[in-house]
C-alpha cells in the first residue's frame, strides 16, 4: 500500500507508541519504506508539501473557504461523480476514507452535496494522488 494513505500513514505513527519493540520497528520500517517509494522527505509529510498564499494546506482547499462557501449544490456534479467512482476503484484506501466516499455519494444522490464539499473532495484527490 502506498504513502499516499493518509490514514493508515498516521495508524503506522500510532504504533511508533506500541510497547512492543518489533511492533514499534516494523511500523518504522513501513512508514520508512513507504516514503522512499512516494518520494516524500519528512519536510513533506510534516508541512504538506509546497503551498502558495491561496493553498492553506498545500492540496488546493484552504479552510477559510469553508467560512466564505456557497452551501448550494454545485450545478453539475458528474465531474465529482466521477472522481468518487475513481478514487474507489483504488485498492489503497483506508476504511475511513472509502465511508467517506460513499457518504459524499449519498449526498450527491440526496441533493445536499455543497461546492465546499466539491472543493474538499478536490482537494482530497489531490493529495491521495500526490
Known sequence: MPFVDRTTFIE???KLRHEDDAEV???AKEISRRMDEGG???EEVLVGGAQDDDDEDGYGYDD???DNADDAPPADTSGDTALIEKLL???D???ETREELEDYKEDIA???FSAADSRYLQA???RISG
Request: charged share 40%.
Open 40 to 42: 516524500v522527505t519528512w
Open 64 to 66: 477559510a473557504d469553508e
Open 25 to 27: 520497528l516494523a511500523a
Open 93 to 95: 484506501l483506508s476504511e
Open 124 to 126: 482530497l484527490a489531490k
Open 89 to 91: 476503484a483504488r485498492d
Open 12 to 14: 503506522l505513527l500510532e
Open 110 to 112: 440526496e441533493g445536499e
